[in-house]
Nanobody, 126 residues
Framework: QLQASGGGSVQAGGSLRLSCAAS???????????MSWFRQAPGKEREFVSA???????FFADDVKGRFTISRDNAKNTVYLQMNSLKPEDTAVYYC???????????????????WGQGTQVTVSS
């Protein structure tokens, strides 16, 4: 189970930090999950934003590189998305996703992930 939080409304140029807390079985390590963020704007398909893998390697969509960072705290079973220099086009519902079996070529496709959070709204005004 994934619980996303931290969304809100900000002006362009502002910052937000999203959190995604995972509940994992006691027999499974949170560290074994690839954790990712996707977003979906009204009328658009869900798109990849960022991922952090088991080795804490980070991956970003081109339009967020240099503005967003992703991190994970394995002790807290939580992944974070720090979003800086926000733009109106970043407005969307942001979803966290997790999977243990995924390989790197699948990070960017939403259909590769087994577990999803409920989404948190991010609204950036100009």
């Amino acid at each position: 189970q994934l619980q996303a939080s931290g969304g809100g409304s900000v002006q362009a140029g502002g910052s937000l930090r999203l959190s995604c807390a995972a509940s994992v079985p006691s027999t499974v390590s949170f560290r074994s999950y690839v954790m990712s963020w996707f977003r979906q704007a009204p009328g658009k398909e869900r798109e990849f934003v960022s991922a952090i893998n088991r080795d804490s390697r980070r991956f970003f969509a081109d339009d967020v590189k240099g503005r967003f960072t992703i991190s994970r705290d394995n002790a807290k079973n939580t992944v974070y998305l720090q979003m800086n220099s926000l733009k109106p086009e970043d407005t969307a519902v942001y979803y966290c996703a997790a999977d243990r079996q995924i390989i790197s070529s699948g990070y960017y496709g939403p259909h590769s992930y087994e577990f999803w959070g409920q989404g948190t709204q991010v609204t950036v005004s100009s």
